[in-house]
């Protein structure tokens, strides 16, 4: 099998026949060809197969109410006693909507809200005290006047759906359908559009010697059968999004490769997320150990993401996001110049 990256651009200067990136802010007019076993080579834009030429470059509709023609902000909120970052921190109600109000005036578009930690290592929470810690607060959001998009960040069909009828609006599961069969039923019959992340192993062993022939073409694969399989239970394309998932069954080189190659999964046809905040590897090269501290490497991380056209970034730290897109964005999409796209 053949697989197309974009080599995504940004500059001003676009040459006449550039693609949009997924109707996107990024552009490309040269594709890597990767083949398994074969070295990788540089092509022209021109040879691509004309399915994948328009799963490319075709504009994304609208995912959960938000459009993606730029890379917009998830806030996360955990509310949980053992997240490795804000664990503990959200697991009042108040405290709860207390930041997700804050998380929304500094610039979140949509909040992420999980009641089950799936750091390596992490036990699996009973269903009925993952519903409880989710979905009264979810409920508080709502009859707060909260208007904001709201996911679920769950693995677990009736999790779901009591997030759903407390307010929520979309499912994010780390495990894309394979941990529980009800998630996909719920997602079918409620129409809810759902966010399928790529992980290897549980969260309670994923990190002990997480391997891969190739983990870009690994993981693109796997989201592919996924997406596959969601179509299948009923869940339309236009209503999934993909994600690579950092730190899930990944050594720090493979975080490092799928970061690089991330524009591949354009080639999916779906919005894609990026959700790197504060995590091991940024701590590992950015030598920090405490994940608060981690905020500068997630912004580089996050920026090198929407400079490959990623639509969604799930971020800690949002205002500082918010800040550092606003400056990429005004500096790599507005006046094009050049010889005209
Ligand atoms: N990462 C975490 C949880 N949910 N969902 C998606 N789609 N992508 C991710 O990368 C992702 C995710 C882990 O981070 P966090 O929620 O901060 O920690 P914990 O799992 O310990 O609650």
Redesign the pocket.
């Known amino acids: 099998m053949t697989y197309w990256r974009p080599i995504a651009m940004t500059d001003a200067a676009r040459p006449r026949g550039a693609l949009p990136l997924a109707g996107g802010p990024c552009w490309f007019d040269r594709v890597e060809r990767l083949e398994r076993g074969a070295p990788a080579c540089v092509r022209p834009a021109a040879d691509l197969p004309p399915e994948i030429h328009d799963r490319l470059t075709a504009p994304r509709p609208a995912f959960g109410g938000l459009s993606m023609d730029r890379a917009r902000i998830m806030g996360?909120l955990?509310v949980?006693p053992d997240?490795?970052?804000?664990?503990g921190r959200f697991l009042a109600p108040e405290a709860a909507l207390a930041q997700a109000r804050a998380m929304v005036a500094e610039g979140a578009e949509i909040l992420?809200i999980?009641g089950e930690?799936?750091?390596p290592g992490?036990a699996e929470v009973p269903v009925a005290e993952e519903i409880s810690r989710t979905a009264p607060v979810i409920a508080a959001l709502r009859a707060a006047g909260l208007t904001t998009p709201i996911s679920i960040?769950t693995r677990k069909g009736p999790v779901a759906e009591a997030a759903l009828a407390a307010g929520a609006s979309v499912i994010?599961d780390?495990a894309a359908l394979t941990h529980d069969p009800a998630l996909a039923s719920v997602a079918a019959r409620t129409g809810a559009p759902v966010?399928l992340?790529h992980a290897q192993g549980t969260p309670a062993t994923m990190q002990r010697a997480p391997r891969y022939d190739d983990v870009l073409l690994d993981v693109y694969d796997w989201l592919a059968a996924r997406i596959a399989a969601a179509e299948a239970a009923g869940i339309a394309r236009d209503r999934l999004m993909v994600?690579p998932?950092?730190?899930?069954g990944k050594t720090l080189e493979h975080n490092l490769a799928l970061i690089r190659g991330l524009s591949l999964f354009h080639g999916l046809g779906c919005p894609i997320?990026l959700?790197a905040?504060?995590k091991r590897f940024i701590g590992t090269i950015g030598g920090q150990e405490v994940a608060e501290q981690r905020m500068p490497g997630s912004l580089a991380v996050g920026l090198a993401g929407a400079a490959q056209g990623v639509q969604l970034l799930?971020v800690?730290d949002v205002g500082e996001t918010r800040q550092a897109l606003a400056l990429w964005q005004a500096i790599t999409t507005s006046n094009q110049t050049g010889d005209g796209a």
């Not at 997240?83 to 664990?87: A, E, L, Q, T, V």
């Not at 998932?245 to 899930?248: P, R, V």
């Open positions: 996360i955990n949980t997240s490795f970052s804000d664990g992420d999980g930690s799936t750091r992490a960040d994010n780390v966010i992340m994600d998932g950092i730190g899930f997320l959700g905040s504060r799930r800690h």
